[in-house]
């Protein structure tokens, strides 16, 4: 702890510091600013004058170069240069302590805010009486010299010096000073301190320290005082001794009775705990919501999926109203009902409160002989049983809708047939060559020749193609359809993919959706066989051509075109020699939002509005190139902006196998 004239001294030594360091702040920057407002611009000047003058009598460059390096030697200038008409720059000097910053061309220079750069124009006439303008460009140093800071701060460090020295010569004064009246109380106490006790009577002459003088007097008197209590006070703390040793013995005895309850009341509450934690944990872990409300429906506990179906922690929402969190469950009126004989149960009940599109039971238990809740609500989602119900309807209307459509084609195929096979026949009766066509003629009075030029005249024949087109064009349509709906989907096979595309094609063309789309196809003729199960490719790409069109139905495209391309490629990783067909289907239609991209292939997502869509036509398809295929279904931005799937098969496949998983969706 500092005394009084050592900190008296400390203050008067801080004092001088901060008066000499502020001075020579304001010395120092008083210096700088008279060396960049006056210094700076005179010397700039004078060196502007110098080399006008010297451009009067010559141009030498060489002379003028070295003009320019003495000039910036000076320690007011960094950098200087002299530019043309053009703004070129002739000549160029700089300190090499330094960055230089003047360009090679005036016109680029920034003008720095600090106002250190400096223009002058200067010119002269030459030989022939024409003027030469020229530019001078300076750059005034911006801080002081090191020599003037060295001076300064060895000035300031003698002035501190010295200073110091004077304190410590007044802090020796002002300490003998000080100590001269205590030096004499201190005698004076060492003289008392040498009487038996008794009344101790201080004096002092000194002014200053007579308070002192007056507490230590008063000190002296309560320290016998304190001494007579004390005498006292020892006979009557070793009579209590004896009563405390006594009263010990037996706190000791009830210590150790109180030390086995405590043992015993700390093993129950451990095993209170483990059993709550358990409970805890088992409610935690539970898919449903379970809430324990009393009669007015106030939640006493609830565990963690609550809390996260409601975006709330668990404690948080102990002693709100379930209603008020859930409004859905307001019009339900068993749940108002004081006394519940049995546990009751409702069902697909919507819950958006919750999360979109969530449906749930309600399962309401009673709570028998319970103070703070009478009864438990659980609630479970079945959102996904409810779409598994739907998606098993729908299979089955597929299922019953393929059978038909196979009952249809082989209806439709019979007198397909007979159509074809009489268009043929009529070809052959009106063929001239025939012995039989021509005995019958004859019988009639028949000139076949001429026959056969009025029925290529009337375009008789051409319609008989027009019908074989249309007959083989409805029977190719048919026997894709036979094949689609074929039940083959567990068996795979080499198939020519450029021959699988076109089936897909001339079965989605059918649709008259498609029929203002553009399909455009680049097929190599060259392309290798593939090992798959041609139905289930023919699905994903019909998926896939029903998805393009859409999103071009949806865009309002004006020409609206689906872009259809197979090709080889090599697989780059983890087998470079594997090879691998690639189709690509891409449309040119909004293409799909960035926030979507990664759930695409999620099942049950679907941007499209509820009753049209499940959301489940790529994932299935995802689903059937992975996992059956051992290919790659990715998606990816089109050219013009629109969507691009990706299918990636390997082409080095193992042989044709069965397969054990089944596919039906």
């Known amino acids: 702890m500092m ?32 060396g960049r407002q006056q210094l700076a611009p005179q010397v700039s000047q004078i060196m502007a004058g110098i080399l006008q003058t010297e451009l009067s009598h010559h141009a030498d460059l060489l002379v003028l170069q070295t003009m320019l390096q003495r000039m910036t030697q000076h320690y007011q200038i960094d950098e200087a240069a ?14 090499h302590t330094l960055t230089p910053q003047l360009n090679a061309h005036l016109a680029e220079e920034s003008q720095p805010t600090d106002g250190r750069q400096m223009l002058f124009p200067l010119s002269y006439h030459d030989l022939q009486g024409k003027p030469q ?41 002002i300490r003998r000073w000080q100590r001269s009246p205590y030096d004499t109380l201190l005698q004076e106490l060492q003289q008392q301190a040498e009487q038996p006790h008794g009344d101790v009577q201080l004096s002092a002459s000194d002014p200053d320290i007579q308070p002192l003088v007056n507490a230590l007097n008063d000190i002296f008197w309560l320290r016998e005082q304190r001494h007579r209590d004390l005498r006292s006070a020892r006979h009557q703390a070793e ?23 405590v043992s015993i009341r700390r093993g129950i509450e451990t095993q209170l ?16 919501a379970i809430f324990a409300v ?9 565990n963690q999926q609550a809390g996260e179906w409601l975006q709330h922690d668990p404690q948080q929402l102990v002693g709100h109203r379930l209603v008020r969190l859930i409004p859905e469950l307001e019009t339900q009126n068993i749940l108002f009902e004081r006394e519940l004989p049995q546990p009751e149960k409702i069902e697909r009940l919507a819950l958006p409160s919750l ?89 009639h009075g028949l000139d076949l020749e001429k026959l056969q030029h009025y029925l290529q005249q009337r375009q008789i024949f051409l319609f008989i193609d027009h019908i074989q087109q249309a007959g083989e064009r409805a029977a190719t349509i048919i026997r894709s359809m036979l094949q689609f709906a074929r039940n083959d989907h567990l068996q795979k096979r080499h198939i020519n993919i450029h021959d699988l595309i076109t089936t897909s094609l001339t079965i989605a063309t059918t649709d008259s959706d498609l029929k203002h789309i553009r399909i455009n196809t680049e097929l190599p003729k060259t392309l290798p066989d593939v090992a798959c199960v041609p139905s289930e490719i023919e699905q994903v790409l019909l998926n896939l051509i029903k998805n393009a069109q859409q999103a071009l139905d949806d865009s309002q495209q004006q020409t609206p075109a689906i872009q259809i391309r197979a090709f080889l490629q090599q697989q780059s990783a983890p ?91």
């Open 3 to 34: 005394l009084a004239r050592q900190k008296a001294i400390f203050a008067t030594l801080l004092t001088i510091s901060s008066v000499i360091l502020i001075a020579t702040l304001s010395y120092i920057a008083a210096a700088d600013r008279i």
């Open 82 to 95: 002299l530019y043309n008409d053009q703004q070129q720059r002739l000549i160029h000097s700089y300190q």
């Open 133 to 173: 303008r020229f530019t001078l460009a300076i750059i005034n140093r911006a801080s002081l010299p090191g020599f003037f800071l060295l001076d300064t701060l060895t000035t300031t460090l003698f002035v501190v010096s010295l200073s110091a020295l004077l304190c410590f010569l007044l802090y020796l004064a």
């Open 239 to 261: 009579s209590a001794r004896w009563r405390a040793t006594r009263l010990s013995d037996e706190t000791r005895r009830i210590n150790d009775h109180l030390a086995k309850e």
């Open 273 to 288: 705990k483990n059993t709550q934690s358990l409970l805890d944990n088992i409610l935690h872990a539970m898919p449903s």
């Open 294 to 302: 009393d009669e007015q429906l106030r939640i006493v506990q609830c």
């Open 355 to 443: 999360g979109q599109n969530i449906t749930g039971d309600l399962l309401i238990y009673p709570i028998q002989h319970a103070r703070q809740a009478n009864r438990v609500i659980r609630i479970d989602d079945v959102s996904v049983r409810l779409r598994m119900e739907e998606i098993m309807v729908q299979s089955e209307k597929m299922m019953s809708v393929g059978g038909l459509a196979a009952g249809m084609a082989h209806e439709i195929n019979n007198p397909l047939g007979a159509i074809l096979q009489n268009v043929q026949n009529i070809r052959r009766r009106l063929q001239a060559g025939l012995s039989a066509n021509q005995k019958a003629a004859n019988q």
């Open 575 to 665: 087998a470079p020699q594997q090879q691998q067909i690639v189709i690509q289907v891409e449309d040119n239609g909004p293409g799909i939002k960035s926030a979507d991209i990664p759930h695409i292939f999620e099942p049950f997502y679907t941007t499209k509005d509820v009753g049209e869509g499940t959301g489940l036509g790529l994932s299935v398809s995802y689903f059937i190139i992975t996992a059956h295929h051992q290919g790659q279904l990715n998606y990816r931005s089109g050219k013009d902006g629109g969507s691009c799937f990706e299918i990636v098969l390997p082409l080095n496949a193992p042989a044709p196998q069965t397969l054990v998983t089944n596919t039906e969706t």
